[in-house]
């Protein structure tokens, strides 16, 4: 391997110079490679040298681009037989948030600092700290199949210095984005749940009223089979979905296949609604008229949002300015509080934690985790912690300390008077 100087005069007369690299690669091919500083054709020469000996080396002219690279990937993923929802996710981040502004680099330059300038541009261009972390994980995923295919020497994206300080402060700015589920805002109150059950018209309110009393994700209520239904012993059985595509398939994860026990109002809802559910070779509790898996913005848009309209849990309409929007008449326009059905699942949840005294059923953390098919506690505590019981009702509190300083009633109403 070596580095000269080469010169030439062009056309018009004019000096030219440059450092040309000439070195054979590991196929025994020769190569030569330009640069304009001698500085960078030395350091060229280094790095190369130690590649071709490793057997390591990619020339840029047989490197493929980003682009290319992701386009792989995405052959593998589907290839490994992953969701239809989680290839779309993919692709979709990778024609909005990758290939716009990386495609066409080459493997072969792509280094740290590179990685790091298309970290910074994403913030630039508005992305928020959750979906950069996902695109540049999903960066990652894409160089480490180049890895292994032998395209990139390197994964510049796993090269990075770890920044657990950035990233807890990322973590913890997306927590004050989004702050804790709040009663009335994201969870809909006991109050609202039932009128929203109330005024659900016909096949939908025994879909709703599951959702409410059961906590089935959306996926969940649409791939139910009677199946997976025991309405004599009371229980509901988890055992698959239906996708966004209305794919049936296995429960989001293995702590998704559960059992639920159905209160006595829900098993006569469905036993009324059995008898007029649309018949159809999947046997599903809530299908379309056909029979098949219906929609989920039927769901949402035919049913759910008609019922929270019509029990008057909503919200006023606004525009891109914050003003409130007016109807033809000059009357403030309304819209459904709650846009997506997760905010039921949300309410079984809280339903689960809340005190009996409250109307809940103050379920220990693991049994809600479960009910709720959680694939782990920490995931249940982290969502919905702030919601379980912390002790600090004054009752609770006299009743505490009584026990623990072996105080009577008559010491407490002393120490009272006292204070």
């Keep these: 391997m070596s580095v000269r100087r080469r010169t030439w005069t062009t056309r018009v007369g004019e000096a030219k110079s440059a450092w040309v690299v000439d070195y054979v690669d590991a196929a025994g091919k020769r190569r030569l490679k330009t640069f304009p500083r001698k500085k960078e054709a030395d350091a060229f ?177 649409r791939g139910l089979r009677w199946v997976d239904v025991d309405l004599t012993k009371r229980a509901l059985h988890v055992r698959q979905r239906a996708d966004r595509f209305n794919k049936i398939g296995p429960p989001k994860s293995e702590a998704g296949e559960r059992s639920i026990p159905l209160p006595a109002s829900l098993v006569a809802e469905l036993s009324a609604w059995r008898e007029q559910c649309p018949k159809g070779e999947m046997g599903l509790v809530f299908p379309n008229g056909a029979g098949k898996v219906e929609g989920l913005g039927n769901i949402v848009n035919r049913g759910y949002k008609p019922a929270q309209l019509a029990a008057g849990v909503t919200i006023p309409r606004l525009a891109r300015n914050g003003a409130p929007v007016l109807s033809a008449d000059g009357k403030p326009m309304v819209r459904a509080k709650y846009p997506g059905m997760h905010a039921l699942r949300h309410f079984f949840a809280s339903w689960c934690i809340n005190r009996r005294a409250d109307g809940g059923l103050e379920l220990p953390a693991k049994l809600a985790q479960e009910r709720l098919g959680h694939a782990s506690i920490a995931m249940t505590l982290d969502t919905y912690g702030h919601l379980f019981p912390r002790g600090h009702d004054h009752a609770e509190l006299d009743a505490a300390e009584r026990t623990l300083l072996n105080l009577d009633a008559t010491q407490m109403q002393h120490g009272e008077r006292e204070g």
């Design 45 to 221: 020469s280094d790095k190369a040298g130690v590649e071709v000996r490793e057997g390591t080396h990619v020339p840029d002219s047989e490197s493929v681009t980003i682009r290319e690279a992701g386009a792989l990937w995405l052959d593998r993923a589907m290839a490994d037989d992953l969701e239809r929802v989680t290839v779309t996710s993919y692709r979709q981040q990778l024609e909005r948030h990758i290939k716009p502004f990386i495609g066409a680099a080459r493997l072969s330059r792509f280094n740290p600092p590179a990685v790091r300038a298309f970290e910074d541009q994403l913030r630039a261009e508005g992305r928020s700290p959750s979906m950069v972390r996902r695109v540049m994980q999903t960066l990652g995923s894409i160089l480490a199949d180049a890895q292994e295919r032998g395209l990139i020497v390197r994964n510049p994206a796993r090269e990075l210095r770890v920044r657990r300080r950035d990233r807890k402060k990322e973590g913890k700015a997306d927590k004050r984005q989004r702050g804790r589920l709040k009663a009335g805002v994201d969870i809909p109150t006991p109050a609202e749940a039932r009128a929203i059950v109330e005024h659900a018209k016909g096949r939908w309110r025994p879909l709703l009223l599951t959702a409410v009393l059961t906590g089935l994700r959306a996926s969940e209520l």
